[in-house]
């Protein structure tokens, strides 16, 4: 729902076409407007959708709980997390902060597992204190949260 009250949604069909679909204000049952996407339009759309909502809602809590903060960061090729698993990286226990999600090729991963593996490009986003994340983003360039 808009603020200016229209719906709108978007509709996955099981043969993998999607479509951008916008209901009638008179009506909310009846579709007014049905627009197929293609499979990059839906991935920019889903994008869009996905890591901005992700990070606003962030930002938000950040507004609300003084001293916490959220930070995105890259994980460099050449770091030695690349291939390895998130438990791996040990980062709450060392810093304090949490890897809350991974942005991998317009894609969200939410509250990532610890048996999740980092890939080079990968963009983890992190909540903690500015300590926390300066830790984090240590260990995933070279491994040391206090170097």
Known sequence: MTESGRRLGVVSHRNGRRDLVLYDPDDPDACQADIPL??????ALADILGASLLLG???GLREQAAGLLTEQVAIP??????????GDTK???RT???IV??????EVIVSPEPA?????GDVVVVVGT?????GVTAILADGDPDG
């Open 77 to 86: 090729a050449a770091s030695s997390y690349v291939g390895r698993k998130l």
């Open 96 to 98: 304090g902060a949490s």
């Open 101 to 106: 999600a991974v942005l991998r090729h317009g």
């Open 116 to 120: 999740f593996r980092f890939a080079a």
């Open 38 to 43: 293609t499979d990059d339009e839906a991935e």
């Open 57 to 59: 809602q962030l930002s």
């Open 130 to 134: 500015r300590h926390g994340l300066d």
């Open 91 to 93: 980062a709450r226990t």
